[in-house]
């Protein structure tokens, strides 16, 4: 029952909510960057509850069953996987062994939902998206769990997210070593991508392949991944959060610095899709086996030097 | 390897006209390219038959809303060189302002939108802000913001107030700072380079072979620009350089473009401080019979108008050839052995004008069978023997 609680509470309603902000957020300063006024505050809900009212359409060459369900699972996947990030920051003597690779799985679903749900839909842009998509996941999940590496090789070994946050708590968090500072702005990167944001928005690509993965969505549907997407526009900065920068704690100052701390890495996220045009395919695989599985490597060996 | 059909257009969200493009792909290669323009065909040539002389220079007009000088200046240069006059200095060199200050917000137009297709938006919106300004000051000057209805036949039908001057000339000089900023912003960005580079290189052999016009030869090496070599309006009288690169890649389009910027500031600013008095129109009493021609640069290339008159106050005949026209084939060239993303911004980085180019295409009602220029010759003809069998001859 507690944890049901925890799943609709935390996992849902709470990471919407901040998620939807973050989204307004990223909004807001693209517009102020581009010199436009920008939207409302609420216009995120506002849009997807638009969609919500809007007749889904399913094509006549679509698999139903996977294009259907792949929306759900994805959103799911990101309400498991921000329960247990809220738990293991609340609570870090809860938590079980191996989360952290749990974790690192259950991000990963979000982007397959997208690559299911694009190859079911028929189209031949949405296949054309997906398979980039499908690069895009192989190009950026070897540096990413190398990233990931660095903060479970600093806890001593422990895949637990409880011992990341125990170790920080300690000995101070883990960004500010060499090591730390290098993994961390790989995992910049690799969320960036994880997003399908620019420079890394190819699978969706709306001058190209006219919103690729996408593109036969709609509805109710199309909601359900742009919720899918907010909430991971909060799920993977707090991911970040808890793994390198020793979490959010509740009380007072601790507070307003986890605050600050995840506005500081979704502003950070806008300004990198604001100032970069977005890269072929190919020149995004090169990028991420190519100079960041390199820092990331570096990254894992300095941190091993230390240990 | 299987071979698939990518549909760009009819409508699409890559390009702001109605156009057909059909990409054969193996895999993310571009093997073949097939185009159908025809949606916006409005038949303005048709149009113009129908109307006085005075009245064309505004159907012309409305061709296009980026090319809005372009064509009323080529099409008075025809019926000024049928007529044999020239316009007083003073409309000269107003027409050479306008047609700047329409270079200047087409070319930053274009460098939106090629941010756009980058999926650069912020450049988008820096150039779409930039070109508000522009606009700004040809609403000064003409007292409308897109389609200015400045050229007449023999002149121009607006003067400019010497108290707007200095007001332009603020204008102009509080826009070179911010044009410098884009300037590196594009140059110096190596993501840009990663995308633009050595991509759809059109080489200087294929570019003379295929009759190119405008930024699309200059950036192949081939340095042919109509102000230079037929100068019209005050060109010929003013200091300014070609920009000539040859790479012929997207990157040396960018770059002509962000050059030729900086070299229409310089012309309006000499332009206005040079600018004599005197009358802005001579007196046009009837057309003669007689056929001329009036060629300019416009932002895309040369444009290219023809009129003959029989006397009557109306063309018997007025033909048009826009620059996109010629740059249109060139995608055989480019496009094909790329991949789709660098399609899109190889597609776009002629600049291409589809309601200047537009010609009509016949199909039935299926949509397959196309007639080609001579098929629809041939159905001339025949429809002309048949009137003659008709009427008994």
């Avoid at chain 1, 509850?49 to 094509?59: A, D, F, R």
């Avoid at chain 1, 294009?67 to 609570?91: E, K, Y």
């Avoid at chain 2, 912003?185 to 050595?198: C, E, N, Q, S």
């Avoid at chain 2, 012929?248 to 473009?257: E, H, L, M, N, T």
């Amino acid at each position: 029952m507690l944890y049901l609680l925890y799943l609709l509470i935390f996992g849902f309603l709470l990471t919407a909510v901040i998620g939807l902000f973050a989204s307004w957020i990223d909004r807001k300063l693209t517009a102020r960057i581009q010199y436009r006024v920008g939207p409302p505050l609420l216009q995120p809900l506002y849009d997807i509850l638009k969609l919500l009212g809007k007749e889904t359409l399913i094509p006549i060459g679509a698999t139903n069953l996977p294009f259907l369900a792949a929306p759900l699972i994805g959103l799911v996947s990101v309400m498991i996987v921000s329960t247990m990030l809220w738990v293991s920051n609340l609570h870090p003597q809860q938590t079980f062994l191996g989360d952290v690779i749990v974790v690192i799985y259950l991000l990963l679903i979000p982007s397959l939902c997208i690559v299911i749900g694009a190859f079911a839909s028929g189209n031949p842009l949405a296949s054309l998206g997906a398979s980039r998509e499908i690069k895009l996941i192989l190009s950026y999940e070897l540096p990413f769990i190398l990233a990931v590496l660095v903060a479970i090789i600093q806890a001593d070994f422990s895949i637990r997210l409880g011992d990341i946050l125990a170790t920080q708590a300690q000995n101070g968090i883990i960004a500010v070593s060499w090591s730390g500072g290098l993994a961390l702005l790989v995992a910049v990167m690799c969320t960036q991508a994880k997003l399908a944001l620019v420079p890394f928005d190819a699978p969706e690509a709306e001058t190209e392949i006219s919103h690729g993965v996408l593109i036969e969505y709609s509805g109710t549907l199309l909601a359900m991944f742009q919720l899918m997407r907010s909430m991971l526009l909060f799920a993977l900065p707090f991911f970040l959060i808890i793994v390198y920068l020793g979490g959010i704690s509740g009380n007072g100052i601790q507070l307003v610095y986890g605050a600050l701390a995840y506005v500081g890495l979704v502003a950070l996220i806008t300004v990198i899709r604001n100032t970069n045009p977005r890269l072929k395919i190919g020149q995004v695989l090169r990028f991420f086996w190519g100079p960041m599985t390199f820092l990331a490597l570096i990254a894992v060996l300095l941190a091993l030097g230390n240990n | 390897m299987p071979r698939t059909i990518l549909p760009i257009g009819p409508y699409h969200p890559l390009q702001e006209e109605p156009e057909f493009f059909i990409l054969t792909l193996e895999g993310e290669t571009v093997v073949d390219i097939d185009l159908r323009i025809g949606y916006n065909h409005r038949g303005i040539e048709k149009l113009a038959e129908r109307q006085a002389y005075d009245q064309i220079t505004f159907v012309v007009e409305r061709i296009c809303g980026i090319c809005s000088t372009s064509h009323p200046f080529a099409y008075t240069q025809a019926v000024e060189d049928l007529l044999s006059i020239e316009a007083p200095p003073r409309a000269q060199y107003i027409r050479t302002i306008v047609a700047e200050g329409e270079r200047m917000h087409s070319h930053l137009l274009w460098l939106g939108l090629a941010g756009h297709f980058l999926g650069y938006n912020t450049i988008w919106m820096w150039c779409w802000k930039l070109r508000e300004e522009i606009l700004d000051v040809m609403e000064i000057l003409s007292g409308n913001r897109n389609n200015y209805a400045m050229f007449k036949v023999g002149g121009v039908w607006r003067d400019i107030r010497e108290e707007d001057i200095p007001v332009v000339m603020k204008k102009i000089d509080s826009i070179i700072p911010t044009l410098e900023k884009l300037h590196k912003a594009v140059m110096d960005d190596p993501v840009i380079h990663a995308r633009t580079k050595g991509i759809g290189v059109l080489s200087k052999e294929a570019a003379i072979d295929y009759c190119t016009v405008g930024p699309t030869a200059r950036a192949s090496g081939v340095a042919r620009d109509i102000r230079k070599d037929c100068p019209y309006g005050v060109y010929d009288q003013l200091e300014w350089n070609m920009i000539v690169t040859h790479n012929g890649d997207v990157f040396d389009k960018v770059a002509i473009r962000i050059g030729e910027m900086f070299e229409s500031i310089k012309i309006i600013r000499t332009c206005l401080s040079q600018l004599p008095g005197g009358d802005i129109e001579c007196l046009v009493k009837n057309i003669p019979p007689g056929e001329g021609i009036g060629h300019i640069e416009a932002p895309r290339g040369e444009c290219f108008h023809y009129v003959r008159s029989d006397g009557t106050n109306r063309p018997v005949r007025h033909k048009i050839r826009a620059p996109t026209f010629m740059n249109l084939p060139t995608f055989k060239e480019t496009v094909v052995g790329g991949a789709i993303p660098d399609a899109a911004i190889v597609l776009a980085a002629i600049d291409p004008c589809y309601c200047c180019t537009e010609r009509i295409s016949v199909r039935d009602t299926k949509g397959q069978t196309v007639y080609s220029g001579e098929d629809l010759i041939k159905l001339s003809q025949k429809k002309t023997e048949q009137i003659k069998a008709d009427m008994g001859r």
